[in-house]
């Protein structure tokens, strides 16, 4: 409810999204992998508080209230409450008391008893073996005469007697109760009692002849309890309840006045003159619950289990609904106990309200934060581990839930301060309730749903109900459904954010409507609160001196349990509640009493600490049995799934990013890197030498070294490739080509080439078939192309793709079917065009016959200079990046599918990756694609990704209907986009106060031309400063890990490093990094494979996101399960 409050600043009614950077956010996430990794861990810290907040509850509660235990709800509102001073209404009933103390807390002491029954007698007259069932027996005239002076003369015993309310129910009828009644009212039998603290134990359910019970709390204040027992009480309290015009109650004004006077020697009154003419008028309610509560709490709870039922069926993402109901069941009944305890422990009365409400709220709270939970795992990538999944959804809710949790208990915090005392301790039972509903979420229910979706048969109902998920939003374009239906759904605020907030607030108004009239809540709304001023403030008297162990307000709540019922039996029988006319009690005080306490009060329950001094031992003893015994049940319970278990934890404990070396191969820089899909590395270093490395075993062997004939021949080396088969390698220099056999490790042929004196713009293996040999293809800088047979060491006559200086080219290989043969196209670019000043492209295709060249018709384009060429070959497109435009074309027909527009893109710096599924023969579909660059400006990496609309599952043709999404990512460094889309690279870690919107940690990673300027800022900093990151793909949530690049151990034989060399990507999930004169492998999750080629990746992506347990075979963890082609 906050975040519509907040509306009008923020502008929106939903929650923030805290970034996943934000520290709040990753440190709940951690829990959140955590508590998924150990399971059993987390369910036995649960159920080990749980146990602690459970066990101790018969010990605590009591249906007698007199033995310092708490006492648990009925079906029935009590409560005492001060009615406000401008409320009119005649009294039921008029309360006098009279207080006696002596010694702080040593008021049962038998000469202290037997002064206090003087004073009553003075007061009521001889009350010794008090039976007003006597006067029946005897005719007694109840008229009362008048002395002279029109005050009322004496009452004589039976006159008294004959008033009793047992005798007469007429407005003159009168009874009281007193602590001495224990003892009939007689003084040698105080006298003569040993253990008066036994005696008033052992007669504590004695009751008066109108059948009031001398409780404890009625007759003594300021009691002191231990073993259940009362062991000192602080005040003897002797009450007088009588009708309007009772003599008895004139009686007992003119003899307090006049007791006063005479006492004076032995006892402090107050006040001193004995006249009490404040009183208050109090309402005592012992009120059944009713059948129009007994509807509504049926219809909350009707419409709460209505919506759990609907919710939870349209759930197919869940193994077992049984168990996630029970699991829901069990938690809100845990946290209602663990609740009831510690509002125990704390005196916190929960007696007032009935007891069926304390469930109602708890349960819409707590499906609220429940369902939100549930909700946020299913929308996670169902690839992903069930850690992963587990955190990320944790972490993302944790806040929210958080936020709404200390919102209610806000909420509750200020309500408690206006509503009634009864209401008040229910506010606080539902603050208690909601901090341990957020806890046992978050350790037993999370727990329980991570063994639910680590379920082998649930990754794929996942999947599939993401899929019915977006389904259904697409049958309806506007998204607009009945509101009832989004209630339901869980689709709304309403349900997800407010409902319980609603319900919490209701019922705390219902309950407090409860102990107010209807007529006051019409005549004025802010009656519902009552007298606030009056009813919370303290008033300071002239008892503030003598340290009462308790007041006579909190005397009085005190009386809205059994002792309400009865009275009402008495004063109104049929009725629910009465009014009663309060005076303030006229207190003695013992002269020459030590009213300063000796040690401090015990601030909790009386009986919480008999629990801690009796029951400790078997406590200690019943926890660890209950824990050990749990945790071989729920062994049993999972120990079919313990090896899918353990795998996962395997999986989940290996670091997101890994780092691994591979050093002492060259003594410079290296310059120059290929990879293999073998996972082979063929390295080029400054130093004049070549090496292959096998990237699974670490070894490496020499080409050539500096100094030897074949490094004099080869060098300078201009451009290397290997074939798809990884069995030739192509080394091409200045004036020769040379072809390497990396499967027999010898060399081929070698063959003479005139490159005229540029760096070649391609140079690369066309695919291999049974029908051809393999060829290698050189594109020159003048535009022309050349291919050698590397069997045969031949080469062809020059081709001229384009006669103009070319700035870029790139070859696009469509595989084919088995009805169409394999294509092979170069397309080609070029910032000054063969007729006009403006960049031409053009596309060279293979026939049988020979080339054929085709120029990209740019009418349309306008005058834009490409820059680089980036394909998409399982799809047949190219792209052609210019400095603002990025143009889709169609390999075939050279049409324009789709033109981005873009920030100042920096040069050679645009790479994607794609996903496609076939959806008949020879017609693959995109399902996503991401393309990338980095800004000029910003140095930024920009990300655009492009997914398909609501209606469709691919993206064809129409480029421009695809939702596209645009992300950035600061200081990216050197990185490479891997297959699954997420991104992988190294870079400097900036400084903390580092100005991250200048991008210069970004500009400063990339191009030579940075190289000096930065060489200051690198020669300050240590290899410690260089960092491996990783990002997730675009199309989900940006989340990014970071590692440490370089170790201590690995700075030993470096050379000074001041920026990064080439890269390549290696592999499905891994890029490998030249620093300096090494090779950083940085692997994206589990170790790289090399046995999945491209159009194999769909499917093994998909079997390793299951986790499942296969043999040896190695499981992959990554981002998501992307199924990309080669970039």
Request: glycine share 6%; aromatic share 10%; proline share 5%.
């Amino acid at each position: 409810m906050i975040w519509y409050l907040l509306y009008p600043i923020r502008g929106t009614t939903e929650p923030p999204v805290l970034s996943p950077s934000h520290p709040l956010r990753l440190a709940f996430e951690r829990y959140g992998r955590y508590a998924a990794r150990h399971v059993v861990t987390t369910l036995l810290i649960s159920a080990a508080v749980a146990t602690m907040l459970i066990y101790p509850i018969p010990f605590l509660f009591t249906n007698d209230f007199i033995n310092g235990a708490s006492n648990l709800p009925h079906h029935v509102w009590t409560v005492a409450q001060p009615l406000p001073y401008n409320a009119v209404a005649e009294p039921d009933i008029i309360m006098r008391s009279a207080w006696i103390h002596g010694s702080y807390m040593e008021v049962l002491d038998p000469q202290l008893l037997a002064s206090a029954l003087d004073l009553q007698d003075e007061l009521l007259g001889d009350t010794k073996d008090f039976n007003p069932l006597r006067a029946l027996d005897r005719p007694v005239d109840t008229d009362v005469d008048t002395d002279t002076l029109g005050f009322l003369r004496e009452l004589s015993p039976s006159q008294r007697d004959a008033l009793h309310i047992i005798n007469d129910h007429s407005s003159q009828s009168w009874f009281f109760h007193s602590p001495l009644q224990y003892w009939n009212c007689d003084r040698d039998t105080i006298l003569l009692d040993p253990d008066a603290v036994a005696t008033v134990n052992r007669k504590k359910t004695l009751s008066t002849s109108v059948n009031v019970t001398l409780r404890h709390s009625v007759v003594f204040s300021g009691k002191r309890f231990e073993s259940r027992r009362l062991v000192a009480a602080d005040a003897l309290v002797i009450t007088l309840l009588h009708r309007r015009d009772s003599p008895v109650g004139q009686q007992w004004a003119k003899k307090a006045a006049m007791l006063a006077e005479q006492v004076t020697n032995d006892w402090d009154v107050y006040p001193s003159d004995g006249r009490i003419s404040s009183s208050r008028l109090y309402e005592f309610q012992f009120r059944p619950i009713s059948l129009e509560d007994t509807v509504t709490l049926a219809l909350g709870y009707g419409l709460a289990i209505g919506y759990f039922l609907m919710s939870l069926s349209k759930m197919r993402a869940v193994k077992s609904k049984i168990g996630l109901m029970t699991t829901v069941v069990t938690q809100i009944i845990i946290t209602i106990m663990s609740s009831f305890t510690v509002c125990a422990v704390f005196n916190v009365d929960l007696s007032r309200i009935p007891s069926a409400a304390y469930p109602l709220v708890i349960l819409a709270v707590s499906l609220e934060n429940i369902f939100r939970l549930i909700n946020a795992v299913l929308i996670t990538p169902s690839e992903d581990s069930t850690s992963s999944r587990i955190g990320e959804a944790f972490g993302e809710t944790a806040p929210v839930s958080l936020a709404s949790s200390v919102q209610n208990i806000a909420i509750l915090a200020i309500l408690s301060r206006w509503v009634s005392p009864g209401v008040a301790g229910f506010c606080t039972f539902l603050a208690v309730a909601i901090f341990f509903d957020v806890f046992y979420m978050s350790t037993f229910f999370l727990s329980v749903l991570s063994v639910d979706v680590r379920r082998t048969e649930l990754s794929d109902t996942l999947a599939k109900a993401a899929l019915r998920f977006q389904h259904h939003h697409a049958t309806d374009p506007n998204g607009r459904r009945p509101w009832f239906e989004q209630i339901f759904q869980g689709k709304t605020a309403l349900s997800t954010r407010i409902a319980g907030t609603f319900v919490m607030i209701g019922f705390v108004l219902v309950a407090q409507w409860h102990f107010f009239d209807q007529e006051m809540l019409v005549d004025s709304p802010i009656g519902l609160f009552g007298d606030l001023d009056s009813a919370n403030a303290t008033k300071s008297t002239m008892l503030e001196g003598i340290n009462q162990a308790r007041s006579p307000t909190s005397w009085l709540r005190l009386q809205d349990h059994e002792t309400a019922q009865e009275l009402i039996n008495i004063i109104k029988p049929k009725a629910h509640s009465y009014v009663a006319q309060v005076y303030e009690p006229l207190v003695f005080v013992k002269k020459g009493s030590d009213r300063k306490p000796r040690s401090k009060e015990p601030a909790l329950l009386p009986a919480a600490y008999d629990f801690i001094n009796h029951e400790m031992t078997q406590f200690t003893v019943i926890v660890i049995l209950v824990v050990a015994v749990l945790r071989l049940f729920i062994s049993y319970l999972l120990w079919e799934d313990e090896g899918s278990r353990e795998g996962e934890w395997d999986d989940d404990d290996t670091p997101l990013l890994s780092v691994k070396t591979f050093p002492e191969g060259h003594s410079l820089d290296i310059a120059m890197i290929a990879t293999s899909s073998d996972g082979h590395l063929v390295s080029v270093g400054l130093d004049r030498s070549i090496r292959v490395w096998d990237v699974r075993s670490g070894t490496n062997y020499a080409l050539s070294e500096g100094g030897s004939v074949a490094s004099s021949m080869l060098f300078p080396v201009l451009a290397i490739a290997i074939d798809d088969e990884s069995r030739w390698l192509a080394l091409l220099s200045r004036y020769r080509v040379a072809f390497f056999n990396l499967s027999e490790r010898t060399w081929g042929a070698s063959v003479p080439v005139d490159l005229g004196g540029y760096r070649p713009e391609a140079a690369f293996f066309s695919p291999t078939t049974s029908n051809l040999p393999p060829l290698f293809i050189i594109v020159r800088k003048n535009g022309t192309l050349i291919e050698f047979n590397v069997e045969q060491g031949e080469g062809s006559a020059d081709f001229v793709i384009c006669p103009s200086p070319l700035v870029c080219a790139e070859p696009v290989v469509n595989k084919g079917t088995n009805l169409l043969p394999w294509r092979l196209s170069v397309v080609t670019a070029s910032k000054y065009g063969c007729v006009h000043r403006r960049g031409c492209v053009h596309v060279a295709s293979r026939h049988k016959n020979g080339w054929e060249s085709r120029e990209v018709p740019l009418s349309s384009v306008g005058y834009q200079k490409p820059h680089q060429i980036v394909s998409m070959p399982a799809l047949g497109v190219f792209l052609v990046a210019s400095v603002y435009k990025i143009f889709i074309f169609n390999a075939e027909s050279l049409e324009i599918l789709h033109i981005i527009h873009t920030e100042a893109m920096r040069p050679r710096s645009l790479q994607c990756a794609y996903s496609y599924q076939r959806l008949y023969v020879g017609t693959p579909g995109m399902t996503t694609s991401t393309i990338s660059y980095v800004g000029v400006e910003s140095g930024d990496c920009i990300l655009h990704t492009f997914v398909p609309c609501e209606d469709f599952d691919c993206i064809g043709c129409e480029w421009s209907e695809a939702k596209e999404t645009i992300k950035r990512v600061r200081n990216p460094g050197h990185f490479k986009v891997l297959t699954d889309a997420s991104l992988v690279g190294v870079r400097r870690k900036l400084p903390r106060d580092h100005d991250f919107l200048n991008g210069a940690g970004g500009a400063a990673g990339e191009g030579l031309r940075n190289r000096f300027a930065n060489r200051g800022a690198a020669a300050k900093s240590s290899p410690k400063q260089w960092e491996a990151w990783t990002r997730s793909p675009p199309s989900g949530r940006a989340v990014t890990h970071e590692s440490q690049l370089i170790v201590d151990d690995e700075e030993r034989g470096s050379i000074f490093i001041c920026d990064v060399g080439p890269k390549v990507k290696v592999g499905l999930m891994s890029a490998a990094f030249c620093f300096g004169n090494t090779i950083r492998l940085v692997t994206v999750g589990a170790p790289e494979r090399f046995d999945i080629g491209p159009d194999d990746a769909e499917g093994w992506l998909s079997l390793a996101s299951r986790r499942r347990k296969v043999g040896n075979a190695t499981k992959m963890r990554t981002w998501n399960g992307f199924v990309n082609g080669e970039c």
